[in-house]
């Protein structure tokens, strides 16, 4: 969700204590860097969490949060396991996932564009981790299972009492990181405006840019192969989830693509932790838990808007 310059930043202006700011510093590779407005960042939070005064180091903790959910999601659909568990440990109430298998892969493009992406995942958990040093959160317990049925039932992809499984097939595999991968793109631009480093923003915009290219890969595979209808029920069913504005979009119809989402002047839109924490805990209302996190996620920013 987060990148490593943008991550930089947020840890060396503010992080969850002294000992964690010098261990993310040196492991980092920028030790010498002085602090900048600490705090600068303390937006991104959730409304409760902001009113409790969270730290930057909170908020590098609810995006490991998101690539635990992520990367389990990846790696069990491309290599059929999960994380290993010297990647799971920390603080707060670690727990295990439900669900998840191997995706058998038919098309070659399919296959390496899930290899990739759990390449990545993998990476930005191990990043996460070793950067936020004794303050990192354990994983949540994770449901990749009921909450995929929950999220295609509301989304009326299938009808109640039926299952959804988003590893039986390719298709059902796209449909699914669908679900992740657009909300990944609103809550990296969402914090774009609050960071006030120039040079760090370039490197924000640049990040972004690369998450928007795995979500435009997803939308370009789903229209592609014919699955506008089910796309738009998706966005439909995430957009309901996070506030009256429209923050979501579907793929297109038949015979008009639309591989990115913006606004009318051309620009993505921007969700922010708590509106994150809405569509993955699939819940409209101010809540702690549910969806793909059934216990919550772990840290300061855990409350939905």
């Known amino acids: 969700m987060f990148g490593k310059a943008v991550v930089k930043d947020m840890i060396n202006r503010s992080a969850e204590n002294e000992t964690d700011r010098r261990l993310f510093l040196k492991s980092a590779g920028v030790a010498g860097l002085g602090v900048v407005g600490a705090g600068a960042l303390g937006g991104l939070a959730s409304a409760p969490a902001e009113a409790a005064g969270v730290s930057d180091g909170a908020v590098l903790n609810f995006a490991l949060n998101l690539e635990y959910l992520e990367a389990e999601f990846y790696s069990y659909a491309f290599h059929g396991h999960g994380l290993p568990d010297s990647l799971t440990g920390g603080k707060g109430n670690k727990g295990g996932v439900t669900g998840g298998r191997q995706v058998n892969f038919q098309s070659k493009s399919i296959y390496n564009y899930a290899k990739e992406i759990a390449w990545d995942e993998l990476h930005h958990v191990k990043f996460l981790r ?12 994770i449901d990749l299972q009921n909450s995929f049925t929950a999220a295609a039932t509301a989304a009326g992809l299938i009808q109640p009492g039926q299952t959804f499984d988003p590893f039986a097939n390719e298709n059902n595999f796209l449909l699914a990181a669908f679900l992740f991968e657009d909300v990944g793109v609103t809550a990296y631009k969402g914090a774009s405006p609050l960071i006030s480093n120039k040079t760090y923003l370039e490197a924000a915009a640049g990040i972004l840019a690369v998450e928007a290219y795995h979500a435009g890969l997803i939308r370009s595979q789903l229209w592609d192969r014919g699955l506008q209808d089910a796309a738009r029920a998706i966005s439909n069913a995430r957009d309901s989830l996070d506030g009256k504005s429209n923050r979501d979009q579907g793929i297109g119809k038949a015979d008009t693509a639309n591989i990115q989402p913006t606004d009318k002047n051309g620009i993505a839109f921007s ?26 996620v772990n840290g300061a920013v855990f409350q939905s808007a």
Not at 130 to 141: C, D, F, M, Y
Not at 276 to 289: F, M, R
């Open 130 to 141: 070793t950067a936020l040093g004794g303050a990192k959160v354990s994983r949540p317990a």
């Open 271 to 296: 969700r922010t932790p708590g509106q994150v924490l809405n569509v993955v805990y699939l819940n409209p209302k101010s809540v702690t838990k549910g969806g793909f996190f059934p216990k919550g």
